[in-house]
């Protein structure tokens, strides 16, 4: 039987999504292949983690999940066969769920759905008149592939595309990387997997792009934020002025007001100026940190205005 996966992320059942994204970026980080080197133990640790984000990140497949657990997949099957028996009884307690027998419980994670007697051929009414036999005869579909892939901050702020290799195959694939993108987000390309055994009768696997965004040396990301640093001369800081704050949009540039007294290390936010949220509408933030700026060299007149500063602030 696979891990609970959210003893996986290490989050409780009741997680919010946002808990469950921050625990699975967290963890994406700390196994991924680039990071990890090719550890085959990490590696595994990897694909678990993927698995139980994509399944917990997703409000259906997480309440298919919540209900049937290991068998989350054949829900809408498991659906049909509770509304045509009135129920299972006598299997165990993993979630309640009604029907003509009542509050009865079945327990699909720890089941062996080959030993429950004639469960096969009630899975059988469903695919067809040949019952259980036939269902479990039916051909599998192809194999999924997950495939491991780079890009820039920049390029997971634009989007980008790439070619990939697909499996046993050797066939190139172009596709492409959506805007928002971060470390170990997970992309789906539906039928783009290995082909099935039975290519006449079944349909190929799908394809995962698991994705790791490089540090970038002008920005570092929080989430969906962008923090960047801004060199701001002490004249400006004092009497205040405008600085220019980068962004990844390109342009020359934000021009952002700094007030008089400005401190180094102050945090200004530029709403909506950050990463382009992923499968999400809108973005981030860009917090430019104030840095204040001294001339690498002084002019004799500039020495001579801060020798009277400094005779000012000394009260001499």
């Known amino acids: ?13 009741d997680a919010s999504n946002r808990d469950i994204t921050s625990a ?11 990071v990890t080197g090719g550890d085959r133990d990490a590696e595994a640790r990897f694909k678990e983690i993927n ?12 309440a298919a999940y919540n209900k049937w657990g290991d068998q989350w997949e054949h ?10 028996r009135g129920g299972f009884g006598g299997f165990g307690s993993h979630q309640p769920f009604g029907g003509q027998q009542g509050n009865v419980h079945f327990d699909f994670t720890n089941a062996n759905l080959g030993d429950l007697g004639d469960i096969g051929d009630i899975f059988g009414s469903l695919f067809g008149a040949h019952g259980g036999a036939r269902a479990a005869q039916a051909p599998h579909r192809g194999r999924d592939i997950e495939h491991n892939l780079s890009v820039s901050l920049r390029e997971a702020f634009r989007g980008a595309t790439r070619t990939v290799q697909r499996g046993s195959s050797g066939s190139r694939l172009e ?4 805007p928002g993108v971060d470390s170990g987000s997970r992309i789906k390309i539906s039928g783009k997997g290995e082909e099935s055994p039975y290519p006449a009768q079944a349909q190929p696997g799908d394809l995962y792009l ?9 920005f570092k990301r929080d989430g969906d934020d962008l923090r960047v640093q801004v060199d701001v001369p002490v004249t ?21 007001r700094i007030p008089p007294g400005t401190q180094s290390g102050r945090v200004f936010r530029l709403s909506g100026q950050g990463m382009p949220r992923f499968k999400r509408a809108g973005r981030g933030d860009i917090l ?17 205005l801060y020798q009277q500063l400094r005779d000012l602030e000394s009260g001499d």
């Open 24 to 34: 699975y970026r967290k963890l994406a980080r700390q196994y991924h292949p680039d």
């Open 288 to 304: 430019a940190e104030v840095s204040l700026k001294l001339p690498n060299q002084l002019t004799p007149e500039q020495i001579n």
């Open 175 to 178: 596709v492409t990387i959506p």
């Open 210 to 218: 698991i994705v790791h965004v490089d540090d970038d040396p002008v």
């Open 1 to 13: 039987m696979s891990r609970d996966f959210y003893q996986v992320l290490g989050v409780p059942h």
């Open 75 to 84: 829900a809408d099957q498991l659906e049909e066969l509770q509304r045509q």
């Open 236 to 256: 400006t800081a004092a009497l205040g002025g405008e600085a220019v704050v980068p962004t990844l949009s390109g342009g020359g540039g934000l021009a952002l």
């Open 51 to 62: 698995s139980a984000h994509d399944v917990l990140s997703d409000e259906k497949k997480r």
